[in-house]
């Protein structure tokens, strides 16, 4: 359940970790053993099917080339899946929530067909609906492939391997592991290094799980979110003495969760109005962009090679709908990306990008009410071209 780009670390994690219970456990003389070992599996109704769900609606967006990250791929003897990314001509799905949120699922083309697609698309919005607003917060898209690997968060994503799908309903534990992976993506980047998490980690009598305690940087967040979501909002679900050792156990995360103010919608009442979207002046274009449609859309580049990384340089193209991206050299062109105005052809602005690269790259287009989309390429092999005929939807 660590983020797919979390895997590669996990050798460093692991000693990382052994520090830092070396540490706890010299300053507080008494870490107690974990009450759990991974708390996805707490209790089966912290969230249950029948809870209320954010979700409105799902619509077919048509096919589009998209960068996926797929656990089965990779040459790794990890039995789970070492994990690769991966181009694929995914069925793709617009869904919307109450909140305002927008998820776009790219579902995997071994489905199939549209529908079958649709209906695990439909599945996994709805679920994905139930959890918190702000656990929704980041997550930009859903990956779903078949084949029994661990889900993963991260990425701006949740990534979804219907094959282990049974075990969880089995266990009734479906929606919580969403909920861990959701915290990953939507938590994780913001709180999991300040100095207010990192006080609540070191004032509690111990860790809330054996998992939290092995991978205290990376999995901690994750694993703490679910029971304080339990033992604050699903006290009447959960046994008494399961509610009390939590709060005995994590007071402080819990503390730190609550001075969050995160929007609990639709668990608790409507939270605060979603955050204002980031809007930006489509008059100016930063230096580092390119900018269409009179300034509605700004495109950026980052690029990674090996240890080095940067912002790729920008090249407009005068009156063109497209423009030019350079890594190294500013004589050195490596991707072409436009942004085209298909509103009349079937009501969407289309992002097309041919790379002559294989540098590992990530764009993203911006409009100026804050809806943006992000394409990648993991690097390593020539870059595909990638084109999204569903990128925006006309205003
Ligand atoms: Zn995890």
Not at 252 to 271: E, H, Q, T
Request: proline content about 6%; overall charge negative; aromatic content about 10%.
């Amino acid at each position: 359940m660590e983020s797919p780009l979390a895997l590669s670390h996990t050798f460093l994690m692991k000693k990382t970790s052994l520090v830092g219970v070396l540490l706890l456990g010299c300053v507080s003389g008494l870490s107690a053993a974990p009450p759990f070992r991974g708390t996805v599996w707490l209790h089966p109704s912290i969230i249950v099917e029948s809870d209320p769900t954010a979700f409105e609606a799902i619509e077919y967006a048509g096919r589009g080339q998209r960068t996926m990250f797929d656990r089965r791929l990779g040459a790794g003897d990890d039995s789970q899946g070492s994990g690769d990314w991966v181009s694929l001509n995914a069925y793709l799905f617009d869904a919307t929530y109450d909140d305002g949120r927008y998820i776009e699922v790219q579902v995997n083309p071994e489905f199939g067909s549209a529908a079958t697609a649709e209906g695990q698309a439909a599945h996994y919005a709805l679920t994905i609906g139930q959890l918190p607003s702000a656990l929704r917060k980041r997550i930009e898209t859903v990956w779903i492939h078949k084949g029994d690997f661990r889900w993963g968060g991260g990425n701006d994503n949740i990534l979804i391997h219907v094959g282990k799908a049974p075990e969880y309903l089995a266990s009734g534990v479906l929606e919580e592991v969403l909920m861990h992976e959701a915290v990953h993506t939507s938590l994780d980047p913001d709180y999991r290094t300040t100095a207010a998490w990192l006080a609540a980690q070191a004032a509690d009598p111990g860790f809330i799980s054996v998992y939290a305690r092995d991978y205290p940087e990376t999995e901690d967040m994750a694993e703490s979110f679910g029971p304080f979501f339990a033992a604050e909002y699903r006290a009447d679900r959960i046994p008494a003495a399961m509610a009390k050792t939590i709060r005995d156990t994590i007071p402080n995360r819990i503390a730190y969760f609550k001075s969050l103010n995160l929007d609990m919608w639709p668990v608790a009442g409507r939270g605060p109005e979603p955050e204002p979207q980031p809007e930006f002046d489509p008059t100016s274009c930063p230096d580092d962009a390119l900018c269409f449609h009179e300034g509605s859309f700004r495109v950026q580049t980052t690029w990674k090679a090996g240890d080095d990384s940067g912002a790729a340089r920008p090249r407009a193209l005068e009156g063109l709908d497209g423009g030019l991206f350079s890594f190294f050299g500013p004589e050195n062109p490596e991707l072409l990306v436009k942004v085209l105005d298909g509103c009349g052809v079937n009501g969407h602005y289309w992002v097309y990008l041919a790379a002559a690269t294989d540098v590992e790259f990530e764009v993203r287009v911006t409009r100026h009410d804050g809806a943006s989309k992000v394409y990648r390429h993991g690097g390593g092999q020539l870059a595909p071209a990638q084109g999204d005929t569903g990128a925006f939807r006309c205003e």
